[in-house]
């Protein structure tokens, strides 16, 4: 599974619309859209944002490791 799939299921799994994740990371809808499509390369700072939103771990979150706990845990 990549980052792709991995953050529009993680949305999904959260009854989250795309606006709302877009809200949370003061970006329009759009601009989430191209990132979950994988059409536009989504920044540190977001994908760290959601990690945190989502409580998962970066590396599951970008389709790295099929583990969801955070680092540590």
Known sequence: ???VT???DLRIDADK???EIA???HCQREV???YEKGQREIPVWA???LARYY???LDYLLGISDNRRKFGQ
């Open 1 to 3: 599974m990549n980052n």
């Open 6 to 8: 991995r953050m529009e």
């Open 17 to 19: 619309t795309q606006l």
């Open 23 to 25: 809200q949370i990371l």
């Open 32 to 34: 989430y859209r191209r």
């Open 47 to 49: 994908a760290i944002k």
């Open 55 to 57: 409580d998962v771990s």
